[in-house]
T-cell receptor, first 111, second 112 residues
Framework: GIQVEQSPPDLILQEGANSTLRCNFSDSVNNLQWFHQNPWGQLINLFY???GTKQNGRLSATTVATERYSLLYISSSQTTDSGVYFCAVKNYGGATNKLIFGTGTLLAVQP | KAGVTQTPRYLIKTRGQQVTLSCSPISGHRSVSWYQQTPGQGLQFLFE???????NKGNFPGRFSGRQFSNSRSEMNVSTLELGDSALYLC???????????FGEGSRLTVL
């Protein structure tokens, strides 16, 4: 099945710094989502981005489907950005909502 | 509009017992899928329902089952609980069978 790899696994930043999280996937996808898992466990939707570039405030994401990767940019990081960031994809083809998750990037933003 | 609602949020069971978790999707969403999150295995797909039909199932033993009702609400059941079933169980809803998924806050199960 499709493999999803995220890097880096861990990241420590000072407040105000910028960061880039990467998601590589091994096959064609027709859905890619970025999530932030809050301390209580809920997955918060950041981007639905099977291709192209989107921006939402200090966050932006780019997916290059032909090269099988996606990037999540966090600018001017804040302590509230801390948590785990997941990339999840759906294999191309078939009507299914089965998401394959990466192992996540644990981000710690220090004041 | 209200998000995905999962109940109960926390529960503690002992080995051998069974548990039922509930998920109410976003109004108008007809697809519900379930995921298990553990520290060792990460987030794994359990099953998916659309219009009361199971469309897809992950690689889990038969002790894990689910169903969906006519109002799109879904339940999952785990019988004969094992220690390894301790996990965060997340439910997601989507409007159709190939769109953006929205997750609930999860049900955290501890098996003693």
């Amino acid at each position: 099945g499709i493999q999803v790899e995220q890097s880096p696994p861990d990241l420590i930043l000072q407040e105000g710094a910028n960061s880039t999280l990467r998601c590589n996937f091994s096959d064609s996808v027709n859905n890619l989502q970025w999530f932030h898992q809050n301390p209580w466990g809920q997955l918060i939707n950041l981007f639905y981005i099977p291709s192209g570039t989107k921006q939402n405030g200090r966050l932006s994401a780019t997916t290059v489907a032909t090269e099988r990767y996606s990037l999540l940019y966090i600018s001017s990081s804040q302590t509230t950005d801390s948590g785990v960031y997941f990339c999840a994809v759906k294999n191309y083809g078939g009507a299914t909502n089965k998401l394959i998750f990466g192992t996540g990037t644990l981000l710690a933003v220090q004041p | 509009k209200a998000g995905v609602t999962q109940t109960p949020r926390y529960l503690i069971k002992t080995r051998g017992q069974q548990v039922t978790l509930s998920c109410s999707p976003i109004s108008g969403h007809r697809s519900v899928s379930w995921y298990q999150q553990t520290p060792g295995q990460g987030l794994q797909f359990l099953f998916e329902y659309f219009s009361e039909t199971q469309r897809n199932k992950g690689n889990f033993p038969g002790r894990f089952s689910g169903r969906q009702f006519s109002n799109s609400r879904s339940e999952m059941n785990v019988s004969t609980l094992e220690l390894g079933d301790s996990a965060l169980y997340l439910c997601a809803s989507s409007f159709g069978t190939n769109g953006e998924l929205f997750f609930g806050e999860g049900s955290r199960l501890t098996v003693l």
